[in-house]
């Protein structure tokens, strides 16, 4: 298993690449990984470079503020499109990065490209749960796509049953619609034009979720448009925030809440942990031709290598082919 | 000041509701409450009529579960219906109800009748601010409309800022577009729409918020469509009760933690508060030609009496004469 990294993308790239590509190749020892990049800048972070890590060297770089289709299209050597381009000519099973999401979207259709009859790919986070099952609700479309058909929102359920049963052994996954209530008649045009293709579709359909059924796992794969599950996902990330910075407020207005607020530092930790999604390491890009996977862009090195962990099993499990062979059924 | 109140809707109605309106009949000399409904339930919950509330009898109901537009068309004497009429009829100057949210959505339109120039009216409720100043986010639409227009929005952020004005006393109130970034290229089809048309309003626009920045009180008012502002704002709640019912479980798992809990005790009570919608006291159906106001289905007399605060508030301040004035002025 080859897995193409681009070195140089995230607020913290090139150090917290390297440093958790290393600390991936170290552990698993059936990957090879390909660290895509400026050599000398790469070096510099890994002063032993494991067997089963080789460098790629390129100079150039796509920025942040840099308008993704046209970067993608004219920066030809940079760090992304070159690691999207071993993975479209086999010389790498998989790419990830933690640069410009916009410009991994088009590097992924552009160079990469689509599995046929895939119309629009969807970037497919894991929200935790916090109650409930604990084992986290793939969300798609989180933010590939700002609009969406009803057609799309039907290949994301799709993409996302195949993912839940092949990354995650979840052999009959529950598939719930994003809306705001449970009842069949709600919603806007899009998820009421979506709710009989789904309904029809071969998945476990469980009909219309609200926001909060997410955080309790009512359902393994929740499917909405990237405008709305972004909208949800940063509400409910968040209130979390604002919560916990109130508390911590609450927890130092005078020495007995210090004290409560010692007692508690475990408690909290683990619930705060719960809440966390970096845990699961970045988003598949589902509906693109070879694995690419979108690190957050403020990724630290233990990120880096939670991502590497997913690519490889996603590798493992044979994600893209399974997606591939379920779209081609359904036509 | 006359304020017809929907004696028969709601979860707790009629006794909620009655208590509420004596609660509130007695605080307020100046206004008198007509309570609509059924004369002998409403006694039962009253057995001293304060001298500035009245009863107009009527016995039939709009369930919750009944077709909003339908049963708004044929139960003519239904406590909702009636209570509408008496708008539209000037024997009332503001009604309140706490029934189903369609038949209400549906008595504003086809009873009350939309203000001259408004293509849709928009519930708006007062989001709490956790962080910031403290005095809310008006959030509008929040669920009257599942889709709207970049003009339906436009109008939205028109009357929400008329309302900020007149009725909180808000001189150049902040007008802020709900969106996944805050980059001008950001969003959807439609929030890209939107965004020129509130840039060249007459109005204080800030610019695209994210969901974040609701809690931290960023802008005064929200501008969203129903059915994201409804995803947003069950996000927001939901990660808030989740986030409390497992600070409960943490704080009663050893002798220690429950020791601790009792200390913080005021303070998360303090913090719960904060975060409680219910204080506010309804939302406003913007755009409608007399004052509708919407009380949650689970009100509580507090709520209620919450409610009629708001409503004797907005008729002091004259709230749709102001919103009547400012959209055809902009004709």
């Given amino acids: 298993m080859r897995i193409a990294i681009d070195a140089m993308g995230g607020d913290f790239a090139p150090k917290a690449i390297v440093e958790g590509a290393v600390m991936a190749a170290k552990e698993w020892q059936d990957i090879e990984i390909i660290l895509v990049g400026d050599k000398v800048q790469i070096e510099a972070f890994m002063p032993v470079k494991p067997a089963n890590i080789t460098i790629h060297h390129t100079d150039d770089v796509i920025e942040a503020e840099d308008e993704p289709v046209k970067a993608v299209r004219r920066k030809k050597n940079a760090s ?55 084992h986290g609700v ?15 929102l039907l290949q994301y359920a799709i993409m ?20 705001v209530g449970v009842e069949t ?67 130092t207005s005078s020495f007995l809440a210090k004290m409560a607020g010692l007692i508690l530092k475990p408690g909290l930790r683990r619930l705060k942990r719960k809440a966390d999604s970096s845990e699961y390491g970045g988003a598949g890009m589902l509906g693109v031709d070879g694995l690419v996977i979108k690190c957050h862009g403020a990724s630290n090195a233990t990120a880096v290598r939670s991502s ?24």
Avoid: W
Wanted: proline share 3%; glycine share 10%; hydrophobic share 50%.
């Fill in 308 to 331: 590497v962990r997913l690519a490889r099993h996603a590798l493992k499990n044979n994600l893209v082919q399974a997606i591939s062979t379920e779209i081609s059924n359904g036509k």
């Fill in 160 to 179: 996302g049953s195949v993912y839940r049963k092949t990354v995650d052994g979840i052999a009959n996954p529950r598939v719930g619609l994003l809306n």
């Fill in 138 to 152: 793939l969300c798609l479309d989180l933010g590939a796509n700002m609009d969406a058909s009803a057609e799309n």
């Fill in 80 to 134: 992304m499109v070159v690691a999207g381009r071993l993975v479209k000519e086999k010389q790498a099973d998989a790419m990830i990065s933690a640069g410009n999401s916009g410009a991994l979207m088009a590097t992924g259709l552009l160079i990469v490209g689509r599995i046929a009859g895939i119309e629009r790919p969807a970037f497919a986070p894991m929200i935790p749960t916090i109650q409930g099952t604990g």
């Fill in 185 to 251: 008649i709600k919603g806007n045009e899009l998820v009421r034009a979506a709710f009989p293709l789904l309904s029809e579709a071969p998945i476990n359909f469980i009909g219309n979720v609200e926001a909060l059924d997410v955080l309790n796992g009512k359902c393994d794969i929740l499917v909405c448009d990237g405008f709305v599950g972004n909208i949800m996902l940063k509400s409910l990330e968040g209130a979390i925030s604002v919560i916990f910075a109130e508390l911590r407020t609450e927890m």
